[in-house]
């Protein structure tokens, strides 16, 4: 159903790239950092376009998570348990689709 109307997730880069040229290039719309001590993902999103930056393995450093939280990510929790990256994206992808689907369906 999401993906006949259109609502698939688009990879924002799928290269690597500097966390500058990320913050300067990411789209406008409602940004995330994934964060297990974050608040609580919204319950309903709009169709405005939503980044969520996941960390690796090891974390991010305080200085890319003082960048990104300046450049408008607000940390946001996907679950209670502490997420491979690649679970995280999924993770993510799906809060973000359940979302839409209450915020367009009530």
Do not use: C, N
């Not at 990510?73 to 491979?84: I, K, N």
Request: proline share 8%; hydrophobic share 45%; charged share 25%.
């Amino acid at each position: 159903d999401l993906l006949i109307k259109g609502a698939a997730p688009d990879v924002f880069h799928a290269d690597p790239v500097t966390m500058e040229q990320f913050i300067r290039e990411a789209p406008e719309g409602t940004r995330w950092l994934a964060d297990a001590a974050g608040d609580p993902a919204p319950d309903r999103l709009d169709a405005e376009p939503v980044t969520v930056v996941v960390g690796p393995e090891g974390g991010l450093t305080v200085g890319e998570v003082d960048r990104l939280r300046a450049a408008g990510y607000r940390s946001t929790t996907l679950g209670p348990f502490t997420l491979r990256f690649e679970t995280a994206a999924l993770a993510a992808s799906a809060i973000v689709a359940a979302a839409r689907q209450r915020g367009m369906h009530g």
